[in-house]
């Protein structure tokens, strides 16, 4: 059922080159504009859980375990001088295409290893920067969202166990009693991030996390759950090993984060009412109401979860629930989040204060309402998802974690998918411009800047979360990229990356209308920078690796679109 294949490296370390049970969900996606296939693909595995249909509910995860490896203590014992830095994925295909080892992937390999956090001995996640420059703040934790891509690094390159145990030390880090002042918060919260402390006298270590109680403006993690169920889902796909999945505390903690989100309340939407800064946006940008990064993200979430609940009592009842919430979240976000130029010029003629269900504008959205930059920004073809859809609120701002992951889960259906990058591709100077990656576009300024951020400093116009350029979304683009078939998008990205990145210290953002400035707070050796750009690489010289990131369409799911999004004049 699941196969693995294994290759020798030049410096003679075996590593794994493709395991089977993520290659089969790549067989939907137009490779044929990659300049090469994979080697090794065995294309006969089983159909895989993505693969089915809403309606045609799991009987329990499969038992294909053969590449579980036990978790020894004593051989986990991590020494970082144990490891070069340089056992890093090289060129394994050998075609002589584009894919020679950069200098910098050494490097980055090095840094990577270097921010390993331990607990007792054992390796438990990344920490965000190693930059002693600056005041630390929290920058000395781990955090959920950050080591997303650390992991998925060290899967791609054969070391799952600091996932592993990354994801069962949150799990156990989600049972902590968590209060802020007065008020307990739901036992499902992940925590934002965490910390060993080590006692030097008693000679212990123990771990404290951060769920808000802590971080400037007390934001909540929202955005963490999900991570943390999406990573359980990359790596039992990447490993085969359902058992840490079957476990039933995972089980629960999976149960746990979703009954958060699904509980019947008020409201009138299926998308998730967020208070502002709950994602990595995590100061106050006017991203409250329905953020289109947190939509997306549970979306995805709730697709993992699909393929990780076993449908036992409380799993079976939860899927119920999920499969209802997949189809209401999927037609509200793909009829009422997308924005194409027919839309635009709808919204443009609308007409207001429509009463009743047959109401054609249905939140109310004032034409006014519509900025002036956004006629510009939208090319005749292409299309996004917008940053947040409310009562009168539409905020058109472009936000690239949300677009991305939208891609990556299939929210977006193929065309709009098509659409997505099309826009990327004429937008480029505005969206990539010196330094990929804008986090959102455009900046705003001024009276609006007040209002909006509080008059907050960091995040001044063009930087840091008010449109500055992050380096970490580069594996986001490439995962889309590889998804969609146009890896040469990301391979121009990368290449701009890789002018400066190392340079300039691998900074956490670079500021500026096109990115040129490394950003004004921006810490060095940001490890998801780091990561990022490895992920990057390895995704474009290993497609494959797509599919522990990666989730295919569900005929179920088929939208109800009136627009298209190749509509043209
Ligand atoms: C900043 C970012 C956040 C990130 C954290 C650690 O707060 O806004 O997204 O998780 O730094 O790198």
């Not at 992920?535 to 990131?549: N, R, T, W, Y």
Request: hydrophobic letters at 40%.
């Amino acid at each position: 059922m699941f196969t693995i294949t294994v290759d020798t490296v030049p410096n003679g370390r075996i590593r794994k080159v493709d395991s089977s049970a993520s290659v089969h969900e790549l067989g939907e996606y137009d490779f044929s504009r990659l300049p090469d296939k994979p080697k090794n693909l065995n294309l006969d595995r089983q159909r895989s859980f993505d693969e089915r249909s809403l309606t045609d509910l799991p009987s329990g995860l499969s038992g294909a375990d053969a590449f579980c490896r036990a978790f020894d203590t004593a051989d986990s014992v991590y020494s970082p001088s144990k490891r070069s830095g340089y056992n890093t994925p090289t060129s394994q295909f050998g075609h002589g295409l584009a894919f020679e080892p950069h200098p910098m992937i050494g490097e980055a390999w090095d840094s990577l290893r270097r921010s390993m956090v331990c607990f007792r001995g054992q390796p438990v996640g990344t920490i965000a920067a190693l930059d002693n420059s600056e005041e630390k703040l929290n920058y000395d934790q781990v955090f959920v969202r950050d080591f997303v891509p650390s992991a998925l690094a060290f899967l791609m390159n054969g070391e799952p166990e600091i996932v592993k145990n990354f994801i069962l030390k949150t799990l156990r880090l989600q049972s902590w009693e968590k209060k802020v002042d007065q008020f307990h918060l739901g036992a499902g919260v992940m925590p934002a991030s965490f910390k060993v402390l080590h006692d030097p006298i008693r000679n212990t270590e123990t771990l404290i996390a951060d769920f808000g109680e802590s971080a400037i403006g007390r934001v909540a993690p929202v955005d963490s759950g999900f991570w943390w169920i999406i990573l359980l889902r990359a790596y039992t796909k990447s490993t085969g090993d359902t058992s840490l999945a079957e476990m039933p505390e995972c089980q629960k903690g999976i149960r746990l984060i979703l009954s958060l989100c699904l509980s019947e309340g008020f409201d009138t939407f299926p998308t998730l009412l967020c208070a502002d800064g709950c994602c990595m946006i995590d100061r106050r940008m006017g991203v409250y109401g329905y953020p289109i990064e947190i939509q997306a993200l549970f979306f995805m979430a709730l697709r993992s979860a699909m393929f990780l609940l076993k449908q036992d009592g409380p799993g079976k009842e939860l899927i119920e629930q999920i499969v209802k919430r997949l189809h209401a979240l999927s037609y509200h976000m793909r009829s009422y989040f997308w924005l194409d130029l027919k839309q635009l010029n709808d919204i443009y003629r609308y007409k207001t204060e429509e009463y009743s269900h047959t109401a054609v504008n249905k939140f109310n959205i004032m034409p006014d309402s519509l900025p002036e930059w956004v006629f510009d920004f939208m090319p005749l073809s292409g299309g996004y998802f917008v940053g947040n859809v409310g009562p009168s609120n539409m905020d058109f701002r472009w936000f690239c974690l949300g677009n991305c992951v939208a891609i990556l889960s299939s929210l977006a259906t193929k065309e709009q998918s098509t659409a997505i990058m099309d826009l990327i591709e004429s937008r480029w100077g505005e969206l990539v411009g010196e330094m990929p990656l804008k986090v959102c576009y455009p900046a705003i300024e001024n009276h609006e800047w007040r209002i909006v951020t509080g008059c907050d400093p960091k995040n001044t116009r063009w930087s840091y979360h008010n449109a500055g350029s992050w380096p970490v979304l580069l594996w986001l683009l490439t995962a889309a990229c590889i998804k969609t078939g146009r890896p040469q998008i990301a391979r121009r990205a990368i290449e701009l990356a890789e002018t400066r990145l190392s340079r300039d210290g691998w900074p956490e953002y670079y500021d500026g209308k096109v990115g040129r400035f490394v950003g004004k707070q921006a810490r060095k050796n940001q490890t998801w920078s780091i990561a990022g750009y490895l992920v990057a690489k390895m995704l474009l010289e290993d497609p494959s690796h797509l599919g522990m990131i990666s989730i295919e369409e569900d005929k179920q799911l088929k939208p109800v679109l009136k627009r298209s999004s190749s509509w043209t004049f």
